[in-house]
């Protein structure tokens, strides 16, 4: 159902939104890793464009996935007797979102800061603002690799956590982001 989420589950848009996320940032992270081992020429650049289209869509679903989470609001959580850990999982979420959205502005900086263009989706270009400058262009890429480190540290924390509820605490947090189909109660 592509409707509101239940005070149980979110809502399946939602649950696209968070996976094609998920995936997003792995294949941009992983081609930011590997995308200095690629051949010069075309597939460096071929790399390098897919890499920031995973940023450029990553910053499209945040903007959605924020709308879902306010209108409408995202199901209650589960009570848990430690507050402690619903204030570290508020933490870790804000903390998520605030990344998805700093990695690729730090990395929009590095681009503009070389003095390149920002190619949308690989079809229209905005040009820098700015002249070329190297320093800048270091702390820029410095930042952005550090936030993307941070991220997928975050992200994994994450999972773990989904995995504990899930097959320690027993509860039903995984199954909230998880297709009905999926679920076997």
Known sequence: MAGASTPTRYSFNAQIYHWLTVILVVGAWTLGIVGDDLPRGPIRHYGETIHVACGEAVLFLLVLRLALRVVPPAPVAEAYPHSLAIYA????????????????????????????P??????????????KNRELKHYALEI??????????????????????????????????????????
Do not use: C, Q
């Open 144 to 185: 952005h690799e550090l936030f993307a480190n941070l991220l997928l540290f975050l992200a994994g924390l994450h999972a773990v956590a989904a995995l504990i509820h899930h097959y320690v605490l027993k509860d039903s947090a995984l199954k909230r982001m998880l297709p009905e189909t999926w679920i076997k109660d």
């Open 89 to 116: 999982a508020k933490i870790v979420h804000l903390s998520l979102y605030a990344l998805l959205f700093a990695v690729p502005a730090a990395g929009i900086l590095t681009l503009f800061y070389g003095g390149e």
């Open 118 to 131: 920002l190619a949308i989706f690989g079809m229209h270009d905005i040009p820098s603002p700015w002249l």
